[in-house]
């Protein structure tokens, strides 16, 4: 059974950090496309950042930036999302999402491209 469990959320005020992590369980996403989306209360699920199986390629909203970070450890099946400067309009349930095919292009950008998603984790940014 494939799980993804993201953990790193939490309360922070506005121009701090958090690190958010998630460990893939289940099966190895070495070969696969992962990101992170988020959504805000009342809004739609949004794309954030998203990483290649090789992690040369990452991809990001155009509202995070230059602010967020995404990587990954495939020794580990885990995959990260350092946000720096954060904003109170980050707040939000960020959610990780996986790719289940194997070196897989595509619009990794939306969210009908990924086949597994974690159960998400809060981060609220105070201002």
């Known amino acids: 059974q494939v799980q993804l469990v993201e953990s790193g959320g939490g309360l922070v005020q506005a121009g701090g950090s958090l690190r958010l992590s998630c460990a893939a369980s289940g099966r190895t996403f070495s070969t696969s496309t992962m990101g992170w989306f988020r959504q805000a209360p009342g809004k739609e699920r949004e794309f954030v950042a998203a990483?290649?199986?090789?992690?040369?390629?990452?991809y990001y909203a155009d509202s995070v930036k230059g602010r967020f970070t995404i990587s990954r450890d495939n020794a580990k099946n885990t995959v990260f999302l350092q946000m720096n400067s954060l904003k109170p309009e980050d707040t939000a349930i960020y959610y990780c999402?996986?790719?289940?095919?194997?070196?897989?292009?595509?619009?990794?950008?939306?969210?009908?491209?990924?086949?597994?998603w974690g159960q998400g984790t809060q981060v609220t940014v105070s201002s």
């Open positions: 990483i290649r199986w090789s992690g040369a390629g990452t």
């Open positions: 999402a996986a790719k289940g095919g194997s070196f897989s292009y595509g619009p990794l950008t939306e969210l009908g491209f990924y086949d597994y």
